[in-house]
Nanobody, 121 residues
Framework: QVQLVESGGGLVQAGGSLRLSCAAS????????MGWFRRAPGKEREFVAS????????YYPDSVKGRFTISRDSAKNTVYLQMNSLNAEDTAIYYC??????????????WGQGTQVTVSS
């Protein structure tokens, strides 16, 4: 089993930045990729970013590409999401996720508890 704990959410003004962290513990050797998702009020969960645990590939949807950057520190078993140029549409609960066995992050095996990001306009 893998446990994921997010931190770094909060309130920020439009145009500002936040960095989210996700610390993984437990059987981290089984992790193939990590990612971030978000759920805004009244909307479906949305994929935000992913990174292979090896660090050689990252993926973003067009909605955040160029503004968000995912990275990882393998020594700390931590994944980060740097979010710049935030706008009101980025307001959501952000969830960290992990997947094993070479599968897509969209089939995540593990989830964090979520951290709230609120962007004020």
């Amino acid at each position: 089993q893998v446990q994921l704990v997010e931190s770094g959410g909060g309130l920020v003004q439009a145009g500002g930045s936040l960095r989210l962290s996700c610390a993984a513990s437990g059987r981290t050797v089984s992790i193939y990729a990590m990612g971030w998702f978000r759920r805004a009020p009244g909307k479906e969960r949305e994929f935000v970013a992913s990174i292979r645990w090896s660090g050689d590939s990252t993926y973003y949807p067009d909605s955040v590409k160029g503004r968000f950057t995912i990275s990882r520190d393998s020594a700390k078993n931590t994944v980060y999401l740097q979010m710049n140029s935030l706008n009101a549409e980025d307001t959501a609960i952000y969830y960290c996720a992990g997947v094993t066995a070479g599968r897509s992050i969209l089939e995540a095996d593990y989830w964090g508890q979520g951290t709230q990001v609120t962007v004020s306009s």
